[in-house]
């Protein structure tokens, strides 16, 4: 009886320090973004997540690539960098599109409309290429009465190359290689963003769900950096009829009052004739300056600066 209680004791003892332990190192309600990256008052871009493909052939309780996918898509919400664009629902929002359009519902303004979906000028996706999981030795373990109770707890390791793909042209902009441990970082950043961290389930609390939040939380990064070298473009949509031009890019894209513009002509396309591939956007004919004197959520009125004062919609509008 006296053995069988000090084996309860144990027991009990080796369950709460353990799970001390793992709560102090998973740090699992830590809302803050573990990502070396700063305040940002830049430009943003519209960027869409497609799921990952697992490469490397693991197979288990959750679906890899789709957890994945719904990680990045939570984490780069968080750095405040860009305009998300949702492809993981695409079918469904299509769907509903193409019923509304049936005739079969009942009449409707401003919802389930054809041709408004957001396009998305980036796609991150990424390669699952190896998943590493297994047992470390004895840690936090305890023993009384000659009796060992704790220790050993679960490792993992999640590789992936991610991807930042130029959605007009297919052509890969930037890559990199990744890797995530468990246990280096912690277990979610915003999964609670759009409802996500029950699309999860249970996936982010595991030593693999912290491996692959590591690994996005670098992908993460990684992007955002990339980005913001890249260029800033919008289009005219409309001149209003006190001469102020409109431009298709608004406050959620970043742009601010006083900024100046540089508008152009739409470029043309330039083709490899032998193999029919786009090869990238000749450089417009430069039209003129635009300021801008106030902003919208998702569009901005502009004063004429300098040259052309009525621009075609279509012109194009570059940051200066």
Sequence with gaps: MHRLLITLIAVLLGA???????AQRTQTRSGAAQMDLGDYKGIRHAIGVVDFTNDAGWRGRWELGRNLSIMLESALGDTDRFVLVDRQHLGDVM???DLAA?????QARGVAQTGQLRPARYIAAGSVTEVEESASGRDG??????VRVGGGRQQAQVTVIVKLIDSTTGEIVAQERVV???GRTALRVGLRHSGMSGELGGFEKTPLGEAAQDCINQAAE???KQMEEFPFEGNVIRVANNGQVLINRGAEFGVQQGQEMVLRTEGEQIIDPMTGAVLGVEEGQTLGRLRVVRVEEKFAYCDVVEGEDNPAV???????
Excluded: T
């Design 141 to 146: 373990g305890i023993g009384i009465g000659g």
């Design 95 to 97: 769907l509903e599109q």
């Design 16 to 22: 709460f320090f353990v799970s001390h332990a793992d």
């Design 314 to 320: 279509g012109s194009v509008v570059y940051l200066k």
């Design 102 to 106: 049936s005739g079969r519902m009942a």
């Design 222 to 224: 990684f992007i955002a």
């Design 180 to 182: 995530g441990r468990a």
